[in-house]
């Protein structure tokens, strides 16, 4: 089966919006692969704050995109997928809104874009593929069967990232991750590189209010 018919989901969304935890669970549901874009990204974030890099130094954050080890590792105790940066397991650092935002920072170089497009191309293998981030759906993958825009009200998303967060024991204010969240938005939307939007072909999906479970049959039913 060659890459050109192996069918790909992708679900694009702002931070937040459930994406990660619905392209996880709908990933399991078909039996397909997943690519969690958006821990490449935070990986050469943290990667660039490691080396103490100037993340508006845009030659300097590109070359450490080319340089960066990232590899994904499944837990046998967990089935949790860990992350592996330069042979450290940054799984835990990747979860900060510090790393996120470095993240954001870094996906708006085209440098870096470039360096990791062939590496996120690299998942499309049989039987099929779930593919979340951001640009997955006009970038990456646009010729994807499947194409869902996930999102949320602004206030719904920083309660979810609060509850995330706090249940990892970090230290987090409901207020201040609205409005990193609200700024995060506003960065990824006006960037002139892959700018957030959903794909002319996508679904759009409010997940405000909605239960998991309902999210996750309403993605599964475009798909089957």
Request: proline residues 3%.
């Given at each position: 089966m060659t890459a050109k018919i192996v069918p790909v989901l992708t679900i694009d969304g702002p931070s937040g919006s459930g994406k990660g935890t619905i392209s996880r669970m709908v990933a399991d549901a078909l039996g397909w692969h997943?690519?969690?874009?958006?821990?490449?990204?935070?990986?050469?974030?943290?990667?660039?704050?490691?080396?103490?890099?100037?993340?508006?130094?845009?030659?300097?954050?590109?070359?450490?995109?080319?340089?960066?080890?990232?590899s994904f590792r499944a837990s046998k105790n967990t089935g949790e997928t860990h992350v592996i940066v330069n042979g450290m397991d940054a799984t835990d650092e990747l979860r900060t809104e510090t790393c996120g935002a470095a993240a954001s920072a870094v996906a708006a170089?085209?440098?870096?874009?470039?360096?990791?497009?062939?590496?996120?191309?690299?998942?499309?293998?049989?039987?099929?593929?779930?593919?979340?981030?951001?640009?997955?759906?006009t970038v990456i993958f646009p010729d994807a069967r499947h194409k869902v825009f996930l999102t949320a009200g602004d206030e719904e998303r920083a309660k979810r990232r609060y509850k995330?967060?706090?249940?990892?024991?970090?230290?987090?204010?409901?207020?201040t991750l609205l409005r990193e969240i609200?700024?995060?938005?506003?960065?990824?939307a006006s960037r002139a590189v892959a700018p957030l939007k959903p794909a002319a072909d996508a679904i759009v999906i409010d997940s405000t209010g909605m239960p998991i479970e309902s999210v996750v049959a309403a993605v599964l039913k475009l798909v089957q």
């Amino acid at each position: 089966m060659t890459a050109k018919i192996v069918p790909v989901l992708t679900i694009d969304g702002p931070s937040g919006s459930g994406k990660g935890t619905i392209s996880r669970m709908v990933a399991d549901a078909l039996g397909w692969h997943l690519l969690d874009s958006g821990a490449l990204y935070r990986a050469v974030g943290f990667a660039a704050g490691m080396e103490g890099l100037d993340l508006s130094d845009a030659e300097a954050v590109t070359r450490c995109a080319r340089e960066t080890k990232i590899s994904f590792r499944a837990s046998k105790n967990t089935g949790e997928t860990h992350v592996i940066v330069n042979g450290m397991d940054a799984t835990d650092e990747l979860r900060t809104e510090t790393c996120g935002a470095a993240a954001s920072a870094v996906a708006a170089i085209s440098g870096v874009r470039t360096a990791l497009f062939d590496k996120q191309r690299s998942f499309r293998k049989a039987p099929g593929l779930v593919a979340d981030g951001r640009d997955m759906g006009t970038v990456i993958f646009p010729d994807a069967r499947h194409k869902v825009f996930l999102t949320a009200g602004d206030e719904e998303r920083a309660k979810r990232r609060y509850k995330q967060l706090k249940q990892k024991g970090l230290d987090v204010t409901l207020s201040t991750l609205l409005r990193e969240i609200q700024a995060r938005d506003a960065r990824d939307a006006s960037r002139a590189v892959a700018p957030l939007k959903p794909a002319a072909d996508a679904i759009v999906i409010d997940s405000t209010g909605m239960p998991i479970e309902s999210v996750v049959a309403a993605v599964l039913k475009l798909v089957q």
